[in-house]
Structure formats: structure tokens, C-alpha cells
């Protein structure tokens, strides 16, 4: 299993520009999270999703849409970027069950740069 | 508010053993996660307690005192390799499978030879 894979790793977009972030995980996982880290930071929760077709904002969701059309997939993306999401963003999928959805599982990250 | 307080950096040396600390106050709790991660990667889960008590996994050990709003990631036999940043994380809310995680701002281990 590859896990949970994000694409681009890194992107710098201008001011004003909108972007993507890919998103997807082979674990079958329900759950699926998107977070950003800013430097010396923990992570910030932007949108989840308990499964296809149903998303919800967490903390940090201003700037932000996401989609959830299937189990595997869960993109985020920035409208009208400003310097402020200049972050790391990861993505992160877990189980279903109480009994085994507390652990999350993380991709590598997106480094994003706004200027 | 919703809080967690960890120390924001810890020196230690190869060998030894070190204790990092987590208190939180949030308006939740159904548990308490500890994440590793390494400079410019992923966060990687380590250890989950939701009990009070003391959790072993290989060197590493994990408390909770629900009581006391305080727990403890314990790194023993201290390797290079654990040179990396440690965050708390309270599970504040879970609904449905959904579980909503508060981490705190990360402690960063140096351990040296």
C-alpha cells in the first residue's frame, strides 16, 4: 500500500492565484482530514470528511473548499491565495471504528508559498 | 479556550532517557495521542492513551492522568534517530468515527552523541 499520497510536493503561487491540492489514500479509510503547519506550529484542522460525498469545516477553514466525490480522493483548494496560507499542508485518512480511528495516518505534506 | 502546553525543546544525550510533558485544557477528552516528526516529514503516530495509566510500546511509553488534565511521552535508550519533534494531541471530540484532534505546538528533541 502506498498510503496516503499528496501531489505537488512543493508550489509557490502568486498572489491572487488559485491552486489544488491532491489528495489520496489505499486504505479504504472513511475519514479523511486536511490540516495546515505553520513554522514551529502544530497542526490546524481546515475540512475533514466522514466519507464520500459528506465534508465539514474544522478550524482553520477560510480560503479553503474541499470535495469528497469518492472514498480514495479528497482535494483541497485555495481560491484567491493570499500570503497568510503560505504553510505546510498535510493530508490524513483513519478508520472508521472507535476502537481503531483515533490513529491517523499522514502523507509527506505540500509546501506552499504564497509571495 | 482550548489548550495544550509542551515544553518547546528538550536536550538530551544518546543513552539517555527523557520525559516530555503535555498538559491540556479542552472542552472535551476522549483521549490522549503522542505524533512523531521528523524534520520536513510526515507526522507518524506513536502512542494513544485513553485511560489513566502508563502505555509501553518498545522504548517508548506514554502516560495519562485524566485527573490532573497532564500527560507523558518517555523516550528511553535515547538514539540519534529519535532527534525529531514530539506532539500531544487530545482527542477533544469524537462523533461517528469523526474524531477532532487539538495538538499542541510541538516539542523538539535534540539528542547528542
Known amino acids: 500500500n502506498a498510503g496516503v499520497t499528496q501531489t505537488p510536493k512543493f508550489r509557490i503561487l502568486k498572489i491572487g492565484q488559485s491552486m489544488t491540492l491532491q489528495c489520496t489514500q489505499d486504505m479504504n479509510h472513511n475519514y479523511m482530514y486536511w490540516y495546515r503547519q505553520d513554522p514551529g506550529m502544530g497542526l490546524k484542522l481546515i475540512y475533514y470528511?466522514?466519507?464520500?460525498?459528506?465534508?465539514d469545516k474544522g478550524e482553520v477553514p477560510n480560503g479553503y473548499n474541499v470535495s469528497r466525490s469518492t472514498t480514495e480522493d479528497f482535494p483541497l483548494r485555495l481560491e484567491l491565495a493570499a500570503p497568510s496560507q503560505t504553510s505546510v499542508y498535510f493530508c490524513a485518512s483513519s478508520y472508521s471504528t472507535e476502537a481503531n480511528s483515533y490513529e491517523q495516518y499522514f502523507g509527506p505534506g505540500t509546501r506552499l508559498t504564497v509571495t | 479556550g482550548q489548550s495544550l502546553e509542551q515544553p518547546s525543546e528538550v536536550t538530551a544525550v544518546e543513552g539517555a532517557i527523557v520525559q516530555i510533558n503535555c498538559t491540556y485544557q479542552t472542552s472535551g477528552f476522549y483521549g490522549l495521542s503522542w505524533y512523531q516528526q521528523h524534520d520536513g516529514g510526515a507526522p507518524t503516530f506513536l502512542s494513544y492513551n485513553a485511560l489513566d495509566g502508563l502505555e509501553e510500546t518498545g522504548r517508548f511509553s506514554s502516560f495519562l492522568s485524566r485527573s490532573d488534565s497532564y500527560g507523558y511521552l518517555l523516550l528511553q535508550e535515547l538514539q540519534m534517530k529519535d532527534s525529531a519533534s514530539y506532539f500531544c494531541?487530545?482527542?477533544?471530540?469524537?462523533?461517528?468515527?469523526?474524531?477532532?484532534?487539538?495538538f499542541g505546538a510541538g516539542t523538539r528533541l535534540a539528542v547528542h552523541p
Open positions: 470528511s466522514v466519507g464520500a460525498g459528506i465534508t
Open positions: 494531541a487530545v482527542r477533544d471530540e469524537y462523533a461517528g468515527g469523526y474524531n477532532k484532534l487539538i
